[in-house]
Structures are given as structure tokens and as C-alpha cells.
């Protein structure tokens, strides 16, 4: 069983090393909280979230498919590799395409059943989770803003927005866990039990953030707008509430779709949506690369096994 897990581990490592960027990068670029704080108040959350609003998830991708143990073990492995090479191109992209293509592709070649409604629901949910993100970074910045800015002592408004890093970074990695976890080991539910999976999955998405997290987080706050302190804390707010409404759902979503929309919602409420076109478009292309890479990936994976006798 271990053998056939040990896919998600490298998965949820993957997602960690790629996703934390999405809850504490903006205030690690901009300066506003160290890096090493961002990075351990993330892993814990990551795994408190995990374990507290993680179920709901798991149902879902657990019914996409009807797929076997050592075909949902490659669908992991695949989407593992294509978050993998993401990471290496410094794009940060969504784990459930990933896993979600890569299921598909598998399911498509093996004969499997698909359950295309829910399939469906999911799909929809990318597209709703970056407008989303926008809805809530601009009502979010502009309902905030007027309370911020009657606190007229500079040293008062650093405190405030020292302690509102903190806690939204901790609810948007809180987030991050409750709705991503069951993308790395949701299609391994039947087998390992709920509690193991949201457990395992945690700690291997916390692994990543510990120990590579570092390279997108310190570059993707700059790589969407430029924002001020009190704005950065906005769009991880936005992100997060985006992520975790999905989380109630029980629809896995990509948090780097939540925050880019958020980013892009923020700018425009203070005015003046200053956005690097070019960085959102090769997002954006990622994120349409990244279900049909996955599934190629898994579909390519299923023929070498084959071709060295594995029956799958």
C-alpha cells in the first residue's frame, strides 16, 4: 500500500513548494513579514486545515472515478510531475487540474467510468474561482479601506498590519489545506480511510512549504501588480475566502487561480489597476496547459508500465 501512496507524498511536496506563494508571497515581497515565519505559520495551518475541513474535498475527487488503486496511484504521479515542472518555470499553477486532468486522461484510456456531472461541477469551479477572487479582492479592499485609513498614528497602522499579515496568512493557509489536501490523496480514500488521507496529505503539502517554498514565494507578489502593504494583505484575504468557500462546497480549486483574481480585483479598487498583462496571459496559458499536459503525462505513464509487463 505504502508503495502506491508514495506518489502523493512527492504531490503534496509539489503543491506545497508551489501554492504557499499564494497565501503569504504578496507580504513576503513586500516586505512586510520574513520569510521564515511565512513558511512555518503556513505548514501548520496547511495541517490544522487539513484535518478540520478536509472531508468534503475527498468526496468529491473520490467519485470522479471508478478508477484501481495502481491507476489512481499514477494519475497522482503524473499530476506530480506536471506541478513539478511548473515549479521549475516558476508559474504557479492549480493542483486540482492537475490531478483532475491526469485522473481523465487515465480513466479515457483504461476504460473507466467517469462521473462526467460531477467532472462538470469542477471544471465550472475554475472558472468561477478567479472571478471569485476578483469579487472579493474588490469588495474586500474597498470595505476595509476607510476603517484602515482613520488610524492615523504610522506606527499604529504598522502594528495593524502586522497583525493582519499574520492572520490572514494563517486563515489563507488554514484554506489552502481544508481545499487542496484532497487533490493529493482524495483518490486514495477508499483505501486508506478519510482521516489518513487528509493526515497524510497535509503533512506532505506542509513538507513542500518547509522545503522549497521559497523560491516562488519570494517572486510571485511581484510578478502580477505592485501593491502597498495594506493591499497585499487584501488579496491574500480575498484568495483565502475564495478557497475556503470551496472548501464548504466540497470542490478542490487552485489557489493561484483565487489569488490571481484577487490580485487583479484589489488593483482595481485602489484605483490603479496597474497589471503585468504579459504574467497574467502566461497564466493563464498555464492553466489551460496544465489538465491536457497532465493527462498526456498519465496516458504516457500508463504505456511504459504496460510495456514493461505491469498489468494496469
Known sequence: MFVFIMPALFFGWALGANDAANVFGPPVASRLIKLKYAVIL??????????????S???????????????S?????????????MIKLRIPVSSSQAIVGSVTGINLITHSAINWPLLLKVVLAWVGTPVGGFIFGYLTFKLIRPFYRKIKSPLMQDRVLKIMVVVIGCYGAYALGANNVANITGVFVKEIGVFNAVLIGGIAIAFGVLTYSWRIMRSF??????????????????EAM???VYALIGIPVSTSQAVVGSAIGTSFAQGNAQIRKKQILRIIIAWINTPISSGLIA?????IFRFFGFQI
Open 242 to 244: 475564495t478557497v475556503w
Open 221 to 238: 507578489g511581484k510578478n502580477i501588480a505592485q501593491f502597498d502593504y495594506f493591499s497585499s494583505s487584501i488579496v491574500i484575504l480575498a
Open 42 to 55: 503556513s505548514s501548520i495551518f496547511i495541517v490544522i486545515g487539513s484535518l478540520l475541513q478536509g472531508q
Open 299 to 303: 496516458v504516457g505513464l500508463i504505456f
Open 73 to 85: 496511484s499514477i494519475s497522482v504521479l503524473a499530476a506530480a510531475i506536471t506541478m513539478t515542472i
Open 57 to 71: 474535498g475527498m468526496e468529491t475527487i473520490k467519485n470522479i472515478s471508478t478508477a484501481s488503486l495502481s491507476t
